[in-house]
Nanobody
């Protein structure tokens, strides 16, 4: 059974940094597309960053030049380095796995909460 477990969230002051981790178990993610999403209560979930198996990355405009997504296939883990955090970055951050041949997300983690104080 595939499990994605996020960690690294917490409370940080504006301008600070956090690194989120998404550890996969029960399955090797090296061939899959991995993404980080975030959601605030009452708002639609949004894609923050995505990384392909080959290492190509894409970011939401709101986080470009501040966030970096990376993956360590040997550790079966994906990371999201978040710098220069803003209060509007506060959200539940979840990682997701999509098989290359799938149109939809195949697996979701439960998320880790990030709160940025002003």
């Amino acid at each position: 059974q595939v499990q994605l477990v996020e960690s690294g969230g917490g409370l940080v002051q504006a301008g600070g940094s956090l690194r989120l981790s998404c550890a996969a178990s029960g399955y090797m993610i090296s061939s899959d597309i991995m993404g980080w999403y975030r959601q605030v209560p009452g708002k639609q979930r949004e894609l923050v960053a995505v990384i392909t198996s080959g290492g190509s990355v894409n970011y939401a405009d709101s986080v470009k030049d501040r966030f970096t997504i990376s993956r360590d296939n040997a550790k079966n883990t994906v990371y999201l380095q978040m710098n220069s955090l803003k209060p509007e970055d506060s959200a539940l951050y979840s990682c997701a796995l999509r098989h290359p041949t799938s149109y939809n997300i195949n697996y979701w983690g439960k998320g880790t909460l990030v709160r940025v104080s002003s």
